[in-house]
């Protein structure tokens, strides 16, 4: 049976190098984007350049519809959607008394209850196979909490209770549910942080070096495999040490 994924905000970043990553695997994968179209069809075309099969989609995963219009698209263009990587997220900086209702609000609806509704939009196809994986990025700052970060982590936090409690529902069903909590990694969202800062990050982890968004692909890769079959309700933390 084809192997069909989709990754949510695909366009850039971490979840560009996981479509990447699992189109290489032989995945056929959905790009889903909000804004960066550009960036969503230059990597449609390198991955069909490669012989890979994919498509992309807008969608804003806050919204319950068109999530749903991209799943069916991507059932009918691809297939049963047979792994779905909850990667789009936002962040935002700074203090708790300073977040407006407005900016806590987009956190939610984005980071957790984004990835809602594209599972809930993605099981039916899982059950009806009853096969299926799921992989919720969250962060390592959802695991030890951040300052001048507190709407973020929140929802960082909760997918790590999502992945818990959801893969204990759907175990008996045959899917597994995992988590990988990145630690920082070069992308936009951390870019926008500055030089001095990212050289602090740096300096933190005992690697001595900012994780790689392939450093998060191989990692969510690896939960997909059929190696993981037996790993479900896991935080599988990538931070070159930070938390330790
Ligand atoms: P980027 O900001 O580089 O990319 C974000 C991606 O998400 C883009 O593809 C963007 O689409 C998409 N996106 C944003 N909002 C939405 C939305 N509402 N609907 C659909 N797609 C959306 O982020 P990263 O690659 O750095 O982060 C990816 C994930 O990893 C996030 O969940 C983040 O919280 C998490 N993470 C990142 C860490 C880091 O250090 N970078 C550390 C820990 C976790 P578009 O291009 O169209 O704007």
Redesign the pocket.
């Known amino acids: 049976m084809k192997r069909v994924a989709l990754i ?10 996981i479509a990447s990553e699992l189109a290489g695997e032989g995945w056929a994968v959905c790009i ?6 550009d ?2 069809e230059s990597l449609l075309e390198e991955l069909r350049g490669r012989g890979c099969m994919a498509i992309a989609c ?6 319950r519809a ?1 999530v749903a219009a991209m799943v069916r698209r991507a059932e009918r263009e691809l297939g049963p959607v047979r792994l779905l990587v ?6 935002f900086q700074g203090l708790f008394q300073d977040t407006e209702d407005s900016a806590w609000a987009r956190m939610l ?3 957790l209850t ?1 990835c809602r509704n594209a599972a809930v939009e993605v099981l039916p196809g899982m059950l009806r196979e009853k096969a299926g994986c799921i992989v919720n ?6 695991l030890r909490g951040a300052s001048c970060e507190v709407a ?1 982590a929140c ?2 936090a909760a997918l790590v209770g999502l992945t818990r409690s959801l893969a204990l529902e759907l175990a008996p069903s045959g899917i597994r549910v995992n988590c990988v ?11 926008v942080l500055g030089e001095e800062t990212r050289a602090m990050l740096v300096e933190e982890t005992p690697i001595g070096r ?2 790689r ?1 392939e450093d ?1 692909a191989h990692a969510v890769a690896f939960l997909a495999s059929d190696k993981a079959g037996f790993i479900t309700g896991q935080v599988l933390t990538a ?1 070159g040490g930070f938390t330790v």
């Open positions: 949510t905000g695909s366009s850039r970043g971490i979840g560009r190098a889903n984007y909000l804004t960066r179209r960036a969503a807008q969608a804003d995963v806050a919204d068109q909850n990667n789009a997220g936002i962040s609806d984005v980071n984004g990025i969250s962060s390592m700052w959802g973020y929802t960082k909590a990145p630690g920082c990694i070069e992308t936009d969202m951390v870019r900012l994780g968004p998060i931070d």
